[in-house]
């Protein structure tokens, strides 16, 4: 059984980077996309990116100008870089694991425990 | 970007009665939409998939439906555990992939 185990920093100042990393664990790595989602404290599910294990990359456009997200699929994990964060960024991030084909949506199926980030001076 | 609204905000029943949530595109989505539930301090569950397809484990009772701009998730014979945040969220036109603001469930 996938299960994706996530970690990263929880306490950034304003300015400074995010860095979040999700490991796959129990499964394959190719053949599906790895996304990232945040939730601010009592909203709702913001999209943030995604990548797949050649490296092709989608992002957010809201985010985009800040966000970078690479793999190592030597480790099967993927990582998050969101830069010169404010208080509007503090959320809960999740990593998630995405099917999709050109026919077909199979949802984020498995999801990361989600890590708190706090932005504050 | 396609927006997902979500109605009702906040839907309060009695276990055992049907909820009915909808979900409504601001343009076609085709029948790419996925249905999530989230209790208080869980990460998101899948529940439907393709709008019509229940994930792997989610019980009978939760059902999809609709094509194009409407759709909507039913629960019959709501259980205790079922009272949680509903999201819908679409893949047609992406980036980015967007959610709708959610439906709470709640008991009444």
């Known amino acids: 059984q996938v299960q994706l185990q996530q970690w990263g920093a929880g306490l950034l100042k304003p300015s400074e980077t995010l860095s979040l990393t999700c490991a796959v664990y129990g499964g394959s790595f190719s053949g599906y996309y790895w996304s990232w989602i945040r939730q601010p404290p009592g909203k709702g599910l913001e999209w943030i990116g995604e990548i797949n294990h050649s490296g092709t990359t989608n992002y957010n456009p809201s985010l985009k100008s800040r966000v970078t997200i690479s793999v190592d699929t030597s480790k099967n994990q993927f990582s998050l870089k969101l830069s010169s964060v404010t208080a509007a960024d503090t959320a809960v991030y999740y990593c998630?694991?995405?099917?999709?084909?050109?026919?077909?949506?199979?949802?984020?199926?498995?999801w990361g425990q989600g890590t708190t980030v706090t932005v504050s001076s | 970007e396609i927006v997902l609204t979500q109605s009702p905000a906040t839907l309060s029943l009695f276990p055992g009665e049907r909820a009915t949530l909808s979900c409504r595109a601001s343009?076609?989505?085709?029948?790419?939409l996925a249905w999530y539930q989230q209790k208080p301090g869980q990460a998101p569950r899948l529940l439907i998939y393709?709008?019509?397809n229940r994930a792997t484990g989610v019980p009978a009772r939760f059902s999809g439906s609709g094509s194009g701009t409407d759709f909507t998730l039913t629960i019959d014979s709501l259980e205790p555990e079922d009272f949680a945040v509903y999201y819908c969220?679409?893949?047609?036109?992406?980036?980015?992939?967007?959610f709708g603001q959610g439906t709470k469930l709640e008991i009444k």
């Open positions: 969220q679409q893949r047609s036109d992406w980036p980015p992939y967007t």
């Open positions: 343009q076609s989505v085709s029948s790419y």
């Open positions: 393709d709008a019509s």
């Open positions: 998630a694991r995405l099917i999709t084909d050109t026919a077909n949506y199979y949802g984020m199926d498995v």
